[in-house]
């Protein structure tokens, strides 16, 4: 169909550690320079199939694109700064994308870390998000009940909680490319502070509150190609509940991690998760944990061809006992761990 368009965007030791490595795991380059320029979308053709491409410049034709969303759709934002809190509830279909695309100079700004959600999806599945700044907010994307889509190539800093947060059942997406920096800047918590960079499903105790007290099934989402800093909380915390997830060829970081708030770069309370190919350092105290939050959770990940210099007292891999069939596999290359690879033997 014939496009329609209308008016309403440490190297050092670790690098050391990579060639090392080379043998064992690929992927120690550098990030690309499409993720240095904010991504590869630099104009409507390049964000995916359409059967219309609307055009926005401002906050409030931004919110009636969205409101006016129908499958096929490439929203493309222009370069400026959009005030305000956005939300998106149109859902698209499995071959016709609804498509939220710019250039890393389109700003989604919601102008405080203490209030809104700076984008919600909210059940707006079949729906991407690429290449864009989000900013401010209390929140910087939160997804619930959001399934079959993708955030790619966009840079979320400046939160006052969770970077990017996927809740409320979201399952079968992909956070892919994405730089996510300064989150946990709210002046909300003191004693229970927040601030991790991927946040996927939600705490037991919030399951009365958001899933009907059933398990926040948040399932299937892949996490690939990020790279994150200065993260208050994880760089990428996986709650129970959640299931069959991959994490792979992220770049950790846990310089500016908040000791109340975290003491690894993933955190995994789920279940299946594949997490290989990851590069890390400057660990708070452990590179990659699992917890046993509930009985039949944390079990089954398995950790494999990671390269990490953690740089800290703990281990590479910190795996709970009481979480059963957690495999750490011997290709994984850990540096300057006081503590050693791992607790569990390796295989």
């Not at 550098?30 to 055009?55: E, I, L, Q």
Request: hydrophobic residues 30%; proline residues 2%.
């Amino acid at each position: 169909m014939k496009t329609r368009e209308r008016r309403a965007v440490r190297p050092g030791v670790f690098t050391v550690a990579c060639l090392l490595a080379l043998s064992v795991v690929s992927g120690c380059n550098g990030s690309s320079s499409d993720r240095a320029g904010g991504g590869p979308y630099r104009g409507p053709s390049a964000c995916g199939r359409s059967t219309r491409v609307v055009r926005v410049s401002d906050s409030s034709e931004l919110r009636r694109a969205l409101d006016d969303a129908h499958p096929g759709d490439v929203i493309w934002l222009g370069s400026a700064a959009y005030k305000g809190a956005f939300t998106a509830t149109r859902s698209g279909t499995r071959r016709s994308h609804i498509t939220l695309c710019g250039t890393s100079s389109a700003v989604l700004d919601s102008g405080s870390v203490n209030h809104h959600y700076t984008l919600h999806l909210d059940g707006a599945d079949y729906t991407d998000v690429r290449g864009l700044t989000i900013e401010r907010g209390l929140k910087g994307i939160m997804a619930d009940g959001w399934s079959h889509g993708t955030i790619d190539h966009v840079t979320v800093r400046d939160i006052g909680e969770e970077g990017i947060h996927l809740r409320r059942s979201s399952s079968n997406d992909t956070i892919s490319n994405c730089r996510i920096s300064d989150t946990g800047s709210a002046d909300l918590h003191d004693a229970h502070h927040s601030g991790e960079g991927i946040y996927i499903g939600s705490s037991y105790n919030n399951w009365d509150r958001y899933t009907g007290g059933h398990p926040d099934s948040s399932d299937n989402v892949r996490i690939t190609h990020n790279t994150f800093s200065r993260t208050a909380a994880e760089n990428v915390d996986v709650k129970e509940g959640t299931v069959g997830g991959l994490i792979s060829r992220n770049t950790f970081d846990g310089s500016g991690m908040d000791p109340k708030a975290a003491d690894s770069w993933v955190d995994i309370k789920g279940n299946h998760y594949t997490v290989s190919r990851n590069r890390g350092f400057s660990a708070p105290v452990d590179g990659f944990q699992t917890h046993v939050q509930l009985p039949g959770w944390g079990v089954g990940n398995v950790f494999t061809a990671n390269v990490v210099h953690v740089d800290a007292g703990g281990y590479g891999f910190d795996i709970d006992k009481a979480g059963a069939a957690n495999v750490v596999r011997c290709n994984n290359v850990v540096t300057s761990a006081a503590s050693g690879r791992s607790d569990v033997r390796c295989r």
